[in-house]
């Protein structure tokens, strides 16, 4: 099931936030034993009350300029009540909101809700929905049989569990039995009085490969924030389910979530995925632009940086658990490189990898590669005038530089001149490399890039990106179909093209 792009190429002058809310629903129909809302029953006034508030929310939802996405997430089942999907529904038809849903035990008649949802006009394709899996109270059967429904009705959602690992078999179960194309997350077990082991986490990484996510630990910090509104039945308002910061009043400010003063939230941690998953710097990049869904989305083909990005600095081969991260990413999407490493080097460093990478720009962009179905292996270089090099290499001594030429045949297509008196890793200063860009009269038609201690020159014009659209145009990549990742200056250009 693909997830569609349009939520990636939103229009910039409409405002889009993820939008949370929780009506004053505090019953379920299940009963797991350490839930405070187990079994409990509403009066027909309390659902007629939360009713009443959710249309209220609804409505003025749909009155805003600015849009977004909806979660709800109550306390208890929402989902087996048919108002939830006739405000849904409404929700989905507005064209500034881009995507409705909610968390549920998937325990609603499947069928039923989503003729309601339909017969209120409700969009499908902007239906997310999350199913959390209780063992205590349904068996893995059942719950694949509501899976597999929302499959075939091309309803995205995703499903997950806590990570208790006396159920671990029947969460293996499950995810055996659930369509390949749809995520199962894992919840840390908040009451395990311990951390995971070494081999546990192994086991739930091998079933969510974000396990990793759950398990780091988020300081709270405001300016980490993303643009998120968690709204209460009443509308009051907060950043996200635990903050303490009031936001004002969802049905009383004018245009509703748009006070900004916000310097703080007086809690600690960002302590669960409803929270954290609202920063900017937690979840993993296919969960954008709205990870409250926690449905991952991934492009065609992404294009990853090696240095500080797949590789920590300073190493010389890609850790262990980034190859296995990146090997399981490969079924999900192409893998390129975009680097200022020259081909060969890239090897050396991702050679347990290599078997999975489709090509990817080398050399800053001097060189790329692709496998194109008609054309086969394509490698091309970006060749350099180099009638400054002899001038150079008789500077050496004096400069304490060593020389690496890079040729594809008899086309040099990039120069690197590494200096010996600027420790491995150091930044030349600033002063000293233009001044040595003058002392080396390289030609105009070059140019010239500091990486540490090494003077990287290519042909002017070259870069990743340039590279990567060369690649995106022999592969028919479209732009929505690419996301490209790096942690440097001259990751910047592609990272912001593709973001
Ligand atoms: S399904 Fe969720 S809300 Fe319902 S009893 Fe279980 S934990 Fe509580
Ligand atoms: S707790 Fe909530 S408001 Fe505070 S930093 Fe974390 S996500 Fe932001």
């Not at 998937?106 to 999350?130: A, C, D, I, Q, T």
């Not at 703080?264 to 409250?292: I, M, Q, S, T, W």
């Not at 086309?411 to 600027?422: E, M």
Request: hydrophobic residues 35%; positive net charge.
């Amino acid at each position: 099931m693909e997830r569609r792009n349009s939520e990636k190429n939103t229009e910039k002058d409409v405002r889009k936030r993820q939008w949370y809310y929780r009506g004053s629903l505090k019953s379920c129909n299940y009963s797991c034993s350490y839930c405070p809302f187990a079994k409990r029953t509403c009066s027909r006034r309390s659902i007629q009350a939360d009713k009443e508030a959710f249309f209220r929310f609804t409505g003025r939802m749909l009155q805003q300029q600015n849009g977004g996405a909806v979660q709800i997430v109550p306390y208890g089942e929402a989902l087996i009540y048919p108002y939830y999907w006739e405000g849904l529904a409404a929700l989905s038809k507005s064209p500034v909101i881009d995507a409705v849903g909610a968390q549920s035990n998937f325990s609603f008649p499947v069928k039923e809700m989503l003729s309601v949802y339909r017969n209120h006009g409700g969009e499908l394709e902007k239906l997310r929905l999350w199913g959390t899996f209780h063992p205590e109270m349904t068996s893995v059967k059942q719950f694949v049989q509501q899976c597999r429904f929302l499959t075939e009705q091309k309803v995205l959602y995703c499903v997950g569990a806590v990570g208790v690992l006396e159920q671990l078999e029947k969460i293996c179960m499950l995810r055996k039995m659930l369509p390949d194309s749809v995520y199962l997350w894992i919840n840390k077990m908040d009451g395990l009085g311990r951390g995971y082991t070494d081999a546990e986490i192994e086991v739930f990484t091998e079933i969510d490969a974000y396990f990793w996510q759950e398990l780091k630990h988020y300081r709270a910090e405001i300016s980490a924030c993303a643009d998120s509104r968690f709204v209460e039945a009443d509308g009051r308002m907060r950043q996200c389910n635990i903050s303490r910061q009031s936001l004002g009043n969802f049905y009383e400010d004018s245009e509703a979530g748009q006070r900004e003063e916000l310097s703080g939230c007086k809690k600690k941690e960002c302590g669960c995925y409803l929270a954290y998953c609202n920063r900017k710097d937690a979840v993993a990049p296919f969960f954008r632009p709205y990870p409250a869904f926690r449905i991952p989305v991934y492009p065609r083909a992404v294009f990853l940086d090696i240095d500080g990005t797949l590789v920590p600095k300073g190493n010389m081969r890609i850790p262990k658990n980034t190859a296995r991260g990146l090997i399981r990413l490969s079924g999900k999407c192409e893998i390129y490189l975009a680097t200022s490493l020259p081909l060969e080097a890239a090897k050396r460093k991702l050679s347990p990898v290599w078997h999975v990478i489709r090509g990817g720009v080398f050399a800053n962009g001097a060189r790329w590669q692709a496998q194109n179905h008609e054309k086969g292996c394509l490698d091309v270089v970006v060749p350099m005038d180099t009638a400054w090099l002899t001038g150079v290499r008789e500077k050496q001594k004096a400069y304490g530089f060593a020389v690496h030429v890079y040729r594809n045949r008899e086309d040099i297509y990039k120069v690197t001149l590494s200096f010996h008196r600027v420790r491995t890793g150091m930044q030349m200063p600033e002063q000293k490399q233009k001044e040595l860009a003058q002392v080396m009269k390289i030609s105009d038609s070059c140019q010239v890039l500091w990486e540490g201690n090494c003077m990287q020159i290519t042909k002017k014009g070259t870069g990743k990106l340039a590279g990567i659209l060369e690649i995106c145009r022999e592969m028919g990549y479209r732009k929505e179909d690419v996301m490209a990742f790096g942690d440097s200056s001259n990751d910047r250009e592609m990272v912001e093209y593709f973001s």
